[in-house]
C-alpha cells in the first residue's frame, strides 16, 4: 500500500522560529510536492521536486524553503516562522506523467503564535 | 495558466439524494483530470480520474466524465450516503515542460450529508 509520511500531525511555534516539515515516501517517486490548505483558497503549491537534490518554486514560495537530499525525502523550511504561515501542510508524490496519481500524506497543521 | 473552478459550497443534502458538484477548467493542452476527496482531519485521496475526452472515471458510486466540448468534468452520485461528508477538490494534471506534470486543484466543495 502506497505511503506518504509526515511526521508531525501537529505542531504550535513561536513567531520567529525556525520549522522543519519532513515528508517521507516508500513508493520510490520521482515528484515530491508540498502544498498550503487553508479556509477558502483551497490547495496552494509552495514547492516541487522532480529529483533529487532539484527544486522548483510553486505558487507562494516566499517565505519557505524546501530540501530534497534523498529521493524519498522531501523536507519544509520555514526559516523566521510568521503569524500568517500558520496553516494546514499537505505533502504529496507522484511518478512521472500527466495521467498519474499523487498520494497525499495526512498534513501537518501548523500553528504560530 | 491552467485553472480550476468548482461550484462554491457547502453543499447539504438529505441521505439518497442525488449530488452534483460542477468543475470546469483551462488549459493550453490536453490535461487530466481527477477528482479528490477530503474526509475530517485527513489528507486528499484520489476518487477518480480521466486522462482524455470522453474517458468516465468512476469509483464508490461516483462517476464523472471528461468533457472537452464543454471544458468541464462533474461529478456525480445517484444516492449519497452520510458517509459521503467530505470535501472535493477538482484537478487538471498537465505537461509543463521536459518531464514535469503540474497539477492545479479547485477551492474545493464541502458536502454534508444529513440522516
Known amino acids: 500500500d502506497v505511503k506518504v509520511t509526515q511526521s508531525s500531525r501537529y505542531l504550535v511555534k513561536r513567531t520567529g522560529e525556525k520549522v522543519f516539515l519532513e515528508c517521507v515516501q516508500d513508493m520510490d517517486h520521482e515528484n515530491m510536492f508540498w502544498y498550503r490548505q487553508d479556509p477558502g483558497l483551497g490547495l496552494r503549491l509552495i514547492y516541487f521536486s522532480y529529483d533529487v537534490k532539484m527544486k522548483e518554486k510553486g505558487d507562494i514560495p516566499e517565505g519557505y524553503s524546501v530540501s530534497r537530499e534523498k529521493k524519498e525525502r522531501f523536507s519544509l523550511i520555514l526559516e523566521s516562522a510568521s503569524t500568517n504561515q500558520t496553516s494546514m501542510y499537505l505533502c504529496a508524490s507522484s511518478s512521472g506523467g500527466s495521467g498519474n496519481t499523487i498520494y497525499f500524506g495526512e498534513g501537518s497543521w501548523l500553528t504560530v503564535v | 495558466g491552467d485553472s480550476v473552478t468548482q461550484m462554491e459550497g457547502p453543499v447539504t443534502l438529505s441521505e439518497e439524494a442525488f449530488l452534483t458538484i460542477n468543475c470546469t477548467y483551462t488549459?493550453?493542452?490536453?490535461?487530466?483530470l481527477f477528482w479528490y476527496v477530503q474526509y475530517p482531519g485527513e489528507g486528499l485521496q484520489l476518487l477518480l480520474k480521466a486522462t482524455k475526452a470522453d474517458d468516465k472515471g468512476s469509483n464508490k458510486g461516483f462517476e464523472a466524465t471528461y468533457r472537452k466540448e464543454t471544458t468541464s468534468f462533474h461529478l456525480e452520485k445517484g444516492s449519497v450516503q452520510v458517509s459521503d461528508s467530505a470535501v472535493y477538490f477538482c484537478?487538471?494534471?498537465?505537461?509543463?515542460?521536459?518531464?514535469?506534470?503540474?497539477?492545479?486543484f479547485g477551492k474545493g466543495t464541502l458536502l454534508t450529508v444529513n440522516p
Open positions: 488549459a493550453t493542452g490536453y490535461p487530466s
Open positions: 484537478a487538471l494534471s498537465e505537461w509543463s515542460g521536459g518531464s514535469n506534470y503540474k497539477l492545479t
